[in-house]
């Protein structure tokens, strides 16, 4: 899935247009323009994957900017991988996303109430699955990170890991947006628990906070705000991993 550590950009989609959340908190957001004009300008960098959320669809439970998302795909043209999260509830809506040309689908609040659908999904698409693991407080968060559901996100993964995911997601929301730093010690537990490739996202501020995440075990690393703000280049991130 990953042949090198990458690190990629997020476009978290609100309303048809980039923002970023703090800590995933609705109000928070600042925004960054339209997603295609992001896209191309990744990709322009350098980006291999893209990493793509519906927060319409993550807070109300169905998918809300499939226009943009298209929009997206047809800016890129297939020159990189993308992932998409965000309101994806069914098998039917994995399905016809990867047939569009999704690459990844990100499961988080689907895979929490209906683990079966992993297999599903992988059965016809073999590690096509990323599962989204968002903790707050140690403990995995739901429905746009509104939720508690008493899982420990180590053991969690290795469910899905058995359930056939191709990855785990695992977002840090104690940290997620602040442009604080990142805490390595719970990717390092989701990684160890796991032989699939875990992706680390949440408090990237600096280069040096990426190179944390990939001692810490990470296979890549998603970043959003940082970028979005000039705290360093994709070029910068990219170059200093090489």
Do not use: C
Not at 30 to 42: D, I, L, N, Q, S
Not at 68 to 76: I, K, N, P, Q, S
Not at 114 to 122: A, G, K, Y
């Amino acid at each position: 899935m990953f042949e090198g550590f990458e690190v990629i950009p997020a476009i978290d989609m609100q309303d048809g247009e980039v923002v970023q959340l703090v800590q995933g908190k609705r109000g928070t957001e600042k925004r960054y323009g339209a997603p295609t004009e992001a896209a191309r300008r990744w990709v322009e960098a350098g980006a291999l994957t893209l990493h793509l959320v519906d927060l319409d669809g993550a807070f109300g439970g169905e998918r809300k900017n499939a226009s943009t998302v298209e929009a997206v795909l047809d800016a890129t043209g297939g020159d990189v991988a993308v992932q998409l999260g965000g309101g994806i509830r069914t098998t039917e809506d994995a399905l016809e996303l990867l047939e569009q040309g999704v690459d990844r689908v990100i499961l988080g609040t689907a895979a929490v109430e209906n683990p079966e659908i992993v297999r599903e999904i992988s059965d016809k698409y073999e590690g096509s699955v990323m599962v989204s693991l968002d903790a707050k407080d140690g403990e995995v968060v739901v429905s746009g990170w509104t939720e508690g559901t008493g899982l420990d996100p180590a053991e969690a993964a290795t469910r899905y890991e058995e359930l056939g995911a191709g990855a785990i997601l695992f977002t840090n929301v104690d940290v997620e947006g602040q442009l604080e730093g990142v805490r390595t010690g719970p990717v390092e537990q989701v990684a160890d628990a796991v032989g699939i490739p875990v992706v680390a996202s949440g408090g990237v501020a600096s280069v040096d906070d990426i190179h944390a995440l990939k001692e810490a075990g990470a296979a890549a690393v998603v970043v959003g705000t940082a970028l979005y703000e000039g705290r360093f280049t994709l070029e910068e991130a990219i170059e200093t991993i090489s």
